[in-house]
């Protein structure tokens, strides 16, 4: 049905009336209120058509839908402002015809949609469909108006049930426009279900994504509870496994190692995490990775090897040492080459050997910052256990890595210099061989992989540069020796200790206590008498340590203000280091029968030794005491063989009478002594015991004999004689042989001693017997013992 009627128009935003429904507007756009001014002159009808774009405020005939409900104004109220808010009854669905553009407002003629019913059979099925769908839509929007689902089963028909249904069930303008086109009530009906099927759908998603999220907050408010509860039990207990493993892995993942050993690392924090938080287990697992996690795999110091800049060094820490010096930048001018040509290093190992205090362990220490390395020292003394170089295995209870990983770890490069000291001193017993696990370490053959039992995965050392030191080599496993490369530093002449004090130990010492170098003076006549009078030893150890105790002497003094510069003098030492308590070598005050001065080789620099004879009526036997080895016995042996062929030489008188006994008696009586070399001063002792003339005590003598008196060379010259030196002798008597060996000493020491060159034990007799004429009767000669004195200087 079609009128020529017109009607004016209300544009709707964003809502859809359906006929059968009531619609409370707000209207107050002023077209819109002339509109219903208009409809209420008029017969209260109005025309509602929705917009296409809710956004526009003064919309055309083309901006609104074409189908629209034809409506009656059922309720009405003016606002203050000139607006309204009406109660529109929806009538029936309208379809314009033509529209109007008046001053005002739109009006429309319209065509009334005549609707169809369904059969009855399809329209009861499809009926029952709408409402379960909009029952089940209900139940899942909760928005959805609780009294909606009644209202729409009591509708009158079909139409207006889809229709009211469409106003509750649908949101969207676009979709209730298009229930409110489907003319055809079966269309309308399919339609609307598939909708709302839809919206259904849609919904059910939307439930299922929140369940899921609200399962995955649950979850993880589960989760952080129980960790906190965790926290707080690990807080109780004092651990934090949690974040500890964390650290671990983190720490893992930044570390640079090798395939092998990152593996053994991820597989024992796994196994950490598994294991009881608190057990024995965890513990030695915690150690063992934090061993691995610590040691350098990768990390490598930049190498210098700049022979100019080593001799720098070494030249800038250490005084004197020439020829030690030249050795170790050969040394080093070789690892150079060898290493750029075939880029590792199969050089043999540096050892410096001497006395202590001669600068072993410094040298190291400038070869290290020569090369631009890090430096970490090992003590081998007295080690016995081969566990202690490799480790013991980590299933003994406390087990520790052995002392290489042990210095590995605290170098933290994969190239430190490593000083393996006193590799001398090194023990074997049933616990294992050391000095063979130190083979391994030192064979470059071997070395890039290294088994430590307690580490397990292979250790690469090839990259260290290893330095060992000795105070002698004899001692030293021959497997080991052979392997080395053995420097000598023989001990300081006094002038060189002198100098070493003024350039290098006292500057130290002052600069350790803090004490400003103007304000104490030492001359180096004072440094000699702290040399002289409170040090005996061939390095400068001693002397440094009196240089210390005056350094903190003085700071004390100085800082109680007592005195604004301290000169250092005898009477000052006295105050600040006691009586002088240099217990002299022992020498002998006068010059007596059957006491002749030797000279001795000791692991700590050279001493002088005096030999003592005394003869007695006996069975003619030859008695030896003073711990003397099996080499010093027989060389006594051949002196008093050949001293008796020279008595023959004697007058009748003073040729002992058959049976004497003679006793060789070597100070100090507790230190085991060996070697050939003290054979000359035996001879001259028994020689003038047995003629009763006194030996010079001003001369001190060293040398192998033969049987017929000829003087062999010894080893150990330079400490021998810096020894004699230091006592005060001004005269020695050394083999002719031993005359290259001279070279090697302090020029000074050179100058201020007196060398007699021997060949046979006659030259030695001739120079240092002194005329029988001054000898004791036999009978009155002293019991040894009373013949020595101590000599305090
Ligand atoms: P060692 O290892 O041979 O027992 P050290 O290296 O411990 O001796 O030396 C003891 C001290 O004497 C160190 O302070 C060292 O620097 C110093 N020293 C030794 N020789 C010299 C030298 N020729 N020049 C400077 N200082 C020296």
Redesign the pocket.
């Given at each position: 049905m079609s009128s020529d009627e017109r009607y004016p128009v209300l544009p709707l935003k964003n809502v859809v009336a359906f006929p059968g429904t009531f619609l409370t507007l707000l209207v107050g756009r002023p077209a819109s209120v002339r509109a219903v001014e208009r409809a209420l002159e008029q017969g209260k009808r109005i025309l509602l058509l929705a917009q296409r774009d809710g956004g526009i405020d003064d919309p055309d005939p083309s901006d609104l839908y074409q189908v629209g409900t034809l409506g009656r104004i059922a309720e009405w109220r003016r606002g203050d402002a000139g607006n309204y808010e009406v109660g529109v009854e929806g009538l029936a669905r309208a379809r314009v015809c033509e529209t109007y553009s008046g001053d005002e407002f739109l009006e429309a003629s319209v065509k009334i949609e005549r609707e169809a019913e369904p059969n009855p059979r399809a329209g009861q099925a499809l009926a029952r469909h709408l409402l379960e769908s909009l029952s089940r839509l209900s139940e899942l929007s909760p928005s959805f108006p609780s009294e909606a689902l009644e209202n729409v089963r009591r509708s009158k028909t079909l139409g207006f049930m889809t229709d009211m249904a469409a106003g509750y069930a649908l949101r969207g303008v676009s979709e209730r426009q298009r229930v409110l086109e489907a003319v055809p009530v079966r269309e309308r009906m399919e339609l609307l279900i598939a909708l709302i099927e839809d919206e259904i759908e849609v919904l059910e998603v939307e439930q299922r994504i929140r369940q899921k999220v609200r399962r995955q907050v649950d979850r993880s408010q589960k989760e952080f509870w129980l960790r906190e509860q965790l926290k707080a039990i690990h807080e109780e207990l004092g651990t934090d496994l949690a974040s500890e493993i964390d650290e671990l892995r983190r720490r893992a993942e930044a570390k640079l190692m090798p395939q092998e050993v990152a593996e053994k690392v991820f597989k024992e924090i796994a196994r950490l995490e598994r294991m009881p938080q608190v057990s024995p287990e965890g513990t030695v697992a915690r150690t063992y990775l934090e061993l691995l996690l610590s040691l350098p795999w990768t990390e490598r110091s930049e190498d210098r090897l700049d022979i100019a800049v080593a001799k720098e060094v070494l030249d800038s820490?250490?005084?004197?040492?020439q020829q030690v010096k030249e050795r170790i930048l050969e040394f080093l001018a070789v690892y150079r080459l060898t290493r750029e040509k075939s880029g590792s290093v199969k050089g043999p190992i540096l050892c410096?050997v001497?006395?202590?205090?001669?600068?072993?362990?410094?040298?190291g220490q400038s070869i290290a910052r020569a090369m631009s390395r890090r430096f970490v020292r090992i003590s081998l003394g007295g080690i016995r256990d081969e566990a202690e170089i490799r480790g013991h295995r980590r299933t003994y209870v406390g087990a520790l890595p052995g002392r290489i990983i042990q210095a590995m770890r605290s170098a933290g490069t994969v190239n430190p210099v490593i000083m393996l000291?006193e590799i001398d001193k090194l023990g074997t017993d049933f616990r294992g061989d050391p000095a063979a696990a130190l083979l391994e370490v030192l064979d470059p053959e071997q070395n890039h992989a290294f088994v430590d039992h307690y580490l397990e995965v292979p250790y690469d050392l090839s990259a260290v540069v290893f330095i060992t030191?000795a105070n002698s080599t004899h001692t030293i496993p021959k497997a080991l020796l052979d392997r080395m490369e053995v420097i000598e530093?023989g001990g300081?002449s006094e002038d060189?200790k002198v100098q070493?004090a003024r350039?290098?130990?006292l500057p130290?010492q002052l600069r350790i206590h803090g004490i400003d170098p103007r304000y104490i003076e030492i001359s180096d006549r004072m440094f000699r008498y702290v040399i002289y009078h409170y040090t005996n030893e061939a390095?400068?150890?001693g002397l440094?340590r009196r240089l210390a105790a005056i350094c903190r002497k003085a700071a004390r003094q100085l800082v109680e203000g007592r005195t604004a510069r301290i000169r250092i003098t005898p009477h000052r030492l006295l105050e600040y280091l006691g009586p002088p308590r240099r217990v002299h070598a022992l020498r002998v005050a006068t010059s007596q029968v059957g006491v002749a001065l030797g000279m001795a080789w000791t692991e700590y620099g050279g001493d002088i030794l005096p030999v003592e004879v005394i003869s007695m009526p006996g069975a003619g036997q030859l008695i030896t005491t003073g711990r003397l080895g099996e080499i010093l016995q027989e060389s006594a042996k051949t002196a008093l063989s050949y001293a008796r062929s020279r008595s023959k030489l004697l007058p009748e008188e003073a040729v002992p009478p058959q049976g004497t006994d003679f006793h060789v008696h070597l100070p100090e009586g507790a230190v085991p002594k060996d070697g050939p070399s003290a054979g000359v001063a035996i001879a001259v002792a028994l020689v003038s015991a047995m003629v009763r003339r006194p030996v010079r005590n001003d001369v001190a003598m060293t040398g192998e004999i033969t049987l017929r008196g000829r003087v062999l060379p010894v080893g150990g010259l330079k400490e021998k004689i810096l020894a004699a030196h230091r006592a005060g002798l001004r005269e020695v008597i050394v083999p002719k042989a031993n005359e290259p060996d001279l070279l090697e000493l302090p020029q000074s020491v050179r100058r201020e001693l007196k060398f007699h060159l021997v060949e046979t034990v006659d030259e030695v007799l001739d120079l240092v017997l002194l005329p029988s004429s001054e000898a004791l009767p036999l009978d009155s000669w002293p019991i040894a013992g009373g013949q020595l004195t101590v000599d305090f200087g």
């Open positions: 820490d250490h005084y004197g040492l410096l001497g006395p202590p205090g001669v600068g072993k362990t410094s040298l000291d030191t530093i300081y060189e070493i350039r290098h130990l130290k390095g400068v150890r440094e």
